[in-house]
């Protein structure tokens, strides 16, 4: 089944990258595929720093962690996507990184909290309650 997806998707990949081969010539090409090697590797080698931006920005109430999740998933595999050399590949890495920052920069719309480490807003349960540990 995994092969009916992945055929076409090999064929479509090699006949858009030698349409562009004869459009832009093999020098063009080759500098293509090395600069987006080279940006997808330094896109990945920043990873760690966008991350805990991002990790930074759900601490402090201004990114939800659904959002972080996806810009983090979309952000590793579109960087992923423009390491692997192709027409296609390269547009889907693109897409994604587009759409790491859209979750970013545009789709905030959750307001900075600013009590999120203050427990006495976050108390839950009943003030009677004595919470007890139960040993065997």
Do not use: C, R
Request: charge should be negative; hydrophobic fraction near 50%.
């Amino acid at each position: 089944m995994l092969i009916v997806i992945i055929l076409p998707f090999i064929f479509a990949e090699l006949y858009l990258s030698l349409s562009v081969v004869d459009e832009i010539g093999a020098g063009y090409s080759v500098l293509w595929i090395i600069g987006s090697i080279f940006l997808g590797l330094t896109l990945l080698k920043n990873s760690d720093y966008t991350i805990s931006k991002g990790i930074e920005n759900v601490a402090n109430g201004k990114l939800g962690l659904d959002k972080f999740k996806n810009a983090s998933m979309a952000y590793v595999f579109g960087s992923i996507f423009i390491l692997i050399p192709g027409i296609i590949t390269d547009s889907f890495g693109v897409f994604l990184l587009l759409y790491t920052i859209y979750l970013h920069f545009v789709a905030k719309v959750t307001p900075e909290n600013k009590h999120f480490n203050n427990q006495e807003d976050n108390k839950k349960g009943d003030d009677n309650v004595i919470d007890v540990e139960i040993i065997e």
